[in-house]
Every structure is written in structure tokens, then in C-alpha cells.
């Protein structure tokens, strides 16, 4: 049981380049999600999904797009790559929604120069 | 949005001490997690606890959430507690999807 994994663990950018980032959960959990986290900050929502083909906006959803094609599976897109999306990508997935933990992923590391 | 405030920003303890760590919300929430993430960066589970007392070994955590706050506490702290402690909430009454607002997080360091 691998819990949440993340696909790549680092990857560097330049400006206007696009790419995927994978997460996948083997516990059957409807529910994923994606966050961001800055320097010194804590974690915000970029988007979320409550179930296979479904995805909703989160906080700070601009510049991305995701897709939920299989339940296990949660991608999340860059289409054109700014310096302002350098961050540490989370993926976290839970089986309730709000009545139940969040289980996330190592994290991505992007750097976008 | 919903307002997340966590104190201290920094905490400093020698190995052995106990701490207490807070976290203040603005609003009613329907869930509240406590996380703590390594210092190699992976983010840990630690309490799912929107009201009540939890106690998991030398870790435990109280919510009011009638006061909105909630407290967690580390006793006999080692050295493999360091790292960031990070309190996340959803706003009550809106949808239960589990959209996690996050506080900006306690920095603990426990010296030997």
C-alpha cells in the first residue's frame, strides 16, 4: 500500500513551457486535491475533486487545470509556466470530504525560471 | 474566507519539555486538522479533530469550537519532533468537500 505518490519529485521550467504533474492514490478515496505551498507560508487549495470526472476551483486555482479521469489518478496542468508558479506542489486525497483526515503526497518541487 | 492564526511562530525547547501549540479560526468550521511536516518536507497526519480530545502517545489535541480554537500539546518533546506544525479547518456550512484552509504554522525546535 503506497498511500499517495507523486510523479516527478523535482522538475525545472522555463517560462511559457507546460507539463503535468501525476498523483495517484491506492486507498479508493473519492476525494483529491492539489495545494501549493510558498515559502514560509502555509498550504492553499489550487483545485479539488470529489469524485472520478469530477474538479472544482479552489483558492488559487489560476494558470492550472486538472482532469480526473480514473478515481486513483489526479492531474494537475501547467499550459504556459510563469516564475510566480515556482512552489512545492502537494497532492492529498481523503475518503470522506470534511469528515475524515487528509493523507498527502512527498510533494513536487518546481522551479520556473 | 475563513481566518486561520497560529502561535507561537517559533518555538524553540530542549529535548524533555512539554509545549503547548494554538490555533485560532474566525468562523464555525466542520473540520479541523493538525498536521506536522518533516523538516525532509513530507506532511503528516496528526489529529482529525473538529471538537473534542484526542490523545495519540505523547501528542494530544483539544478543540473548542465554540471558542474557536483549538490546542495541541507535545509532551517529553524529542529531538524527531522538529519541523513545522501546521493547523488546516473547513468553514462550516458550506459544502463538505474537505477545502482545507491552512494557518501559516508553528516552527518547532527541539535541541538535545
Known amino acids: 500500500n503506497a498511500g499517495v505518490t507523486q510523479t516527478p519529485k523535482f522538475r525545472v521550467l522555463k517560462t511559457g513551457q507546460s507539463m503535468t504533474l501525476l498523483c495517484a492514490q491506492d486507498?479508493?478515496?473519492?476525494?483529491m486535491y492539489w495545494y501549493r505551498q510558498d515559502p514560509g507560508m502555509g498550504l492553499r487549495l489550487i483545485h479539488y475533486?470529489?469524485?472520478?470526472?469530477?474538479?472544482a476551483k479552489g483558492e488559487v486555482p489560476d494558470g492550472y487545470n486538472v482532469s480526473r479521469l480514473k478515481k486513483q489518478n489526479f492531474l494537475l496542468g501547467l499550459e504556459s509556466a510563469a516564475p510566480s508558479q515556482t512552489s512545492v506542489y502537494f497532492c492529498?486525497?481523503?475518503?470522506?470530504?470534511?469528515?475524515?483526515?487528509?493523507?498527502f503526497g512527498p510533494g513536487t518541487r518546481l522551479t520556473v525560471t | 474566507g475563513i481566518q486561520v492564526e497560529q502561535s507561537p511562530p517559533d518555538l524553540i525547547l530542549q529535548e524533555g519539555a512539554n509545549s503547548t501549540l494554538r490555533c485560532n479560526f474566525s468562523?464555525?468550521?466542520?473540520?479541523l486538522q493538525w498536521f506536522h511536516q518533516n523538516p525532509w518536507g513530507q506532511l503528516i497526519n496528526l489529529f482529525y479533530?473538529?471538537?473534542g480530545t484526542k490523545q495519540n502517545g505523547r501528542l494530544s489535541a483539544t478543540t473548542v469550537a465554540t471558542e474557536r480554537y483549538s490546542l495541541l500539546y507535545i509532551s517529553s518533546s524529542q529531538t524527531t519532533d522538529s519541523g513545522v506544525y501546521f493547523c488546516?479547518?473547513?468553514?462550516?456550512?458550506?459544502?463538505?468537500?474537505?477545502?482545507?484552509?491552512f494557518g501559516q504554522g508553528t516552527i518547532l525546535t527541539v535541541h538535545p
Open positions: 492529498a486525497s481523503s475518503v470522506r470530504g470534511s469528515a475524515g483526515e487528509q493523507y
Open positions: 488546516a479547518v473547513e468553514r462550516a456550512g458550506g459544502t463538505s468537500y474537505g477545502k482545507l484552509t
Open positions: 479533530i473538529p471538537s
Open positions: 468562523d464555525s468550521v466542520n473540520n
Open positions: 486507498m479508493n478515496h473519492e476525494y
Open positions: 475533486s470529489v469524485g472520478e470526472g469530477t474538479t
